[in-house]
């Protein structure tokens, strides 16, 4: 089965402080990438997604995130956080299989940002 | 423009009860999914449906049940409830299958006791 690794399961970072989050997969064929936030309490928010050309994608918020096919990674990235991107944040992979995307999120990055 | 509804928030089951969530989009997206979200393990996806009439199973299908006879309805249905399906269930949709899920529900809480 195709899988997706964050390595970092938990960031505590202070403010301004710059931020990047490991996300590998395992899968050598098609693929499309996404990073979601998910608020404490609330429901997953789309930030960025790859699906082909230029593999530096940029979101909301000031994130952007840089795929590299060699490695097979889609780390996220961000200058400068704010208390206010304290959240979860899960990398996501559509593998393309038998004419059909199978999503497959990974198991999240919890962040905490201290003012 | 009410996006991705799911109903009920909350749930308290008893085990062995059956019970259906329910999701509806009024985006006319093709696409709809349910996930399950449990600490530590991210989301995973418990089926599928690329259509109204056809659906598919995800990574972890067993003990729920699905149909799609609508483009904007997608329940989700325990057959028989059991302590290991005490979760937060999200229902999502994207326009297309390769979009991922755009837009995601609010969430459903359940516990079974």
């Known amino acids: 089965a195709q899988s997706v690794s964050q390595h970092n399961h938990h960031v505590i970072l202070s403010e301004a402080a710059s931020l990047e989050l490991g996300c590998n997969y395992s899968?050598?064929?098609?693929?499309?990438l996404f990073w979601y936030v998910q608020y404490p309490g609330q429901h997953l928010q789309l930030l960025l997604k790859?699906?082909?050309?230029?593999?530096l994608v940029k979101g909301i918020k000031g994130f952007e995130a840089e795929f590299i096919k060699s490695k097979f990674s889609f780390n996220l990235r961000k200058p400068s956080v704010q208390w206010s991107d304290t959240a979860e944040y899960f990398c996501?992979?559509?593998?393309?299989?038998?004419?059909?995307?199978?999503?497959?999120f990974g198991r999240g990055t919890s962040l905490i940002v201290h003012p | 423009n009410a996006g991705v509804t799911q109903t009920p928030k909350f749930q308290v089951l008893k085990t062995g009860q059956s019970m259906t969530l329910q999701c509806a989009q009024d985006?006319?997206?093709?696409?709809m999914s349910w996930y399950r979200q449990d600490p530590g393990m991210g989301l995973r996806l418990i089926h599928y449906?690329?259509?109204?009439?056809?659906?598919d199973q995800g990574e972890v299908p067993n003990g729920y049940n699905v149909s799609r006879s609508t483009t904007e309805d997608f329940p989700l249905r325990l057959l028989s409830a059991a302590p290991s399906q005490t979760s937060v269930y999200f229902c999502?949709?994207?326009?297309?299958?390769?979009?991922?899920?755009?837009?995601f529900g609010d969430g459903t809480r359940l516990s079974i006791l």
């Open positions: 999502a949709s994207s326009l297309q299958t390769g979009w991922q899920p755009q837009h």
């Open positions: 899968y050598g064929g098609t693929v499309n």
């Open positions: 790859y699906f082909s050309g230029d593999p």
């Open positions: 996501a992979v559509n593998f393309l299989s038998g004419g059909s995307y199978i999503p497959t």
């Open positions: 985006m006319n997206h093709e696409y």
């Open positions: 449906s690329v259509g109204a009439g056809i659906t």
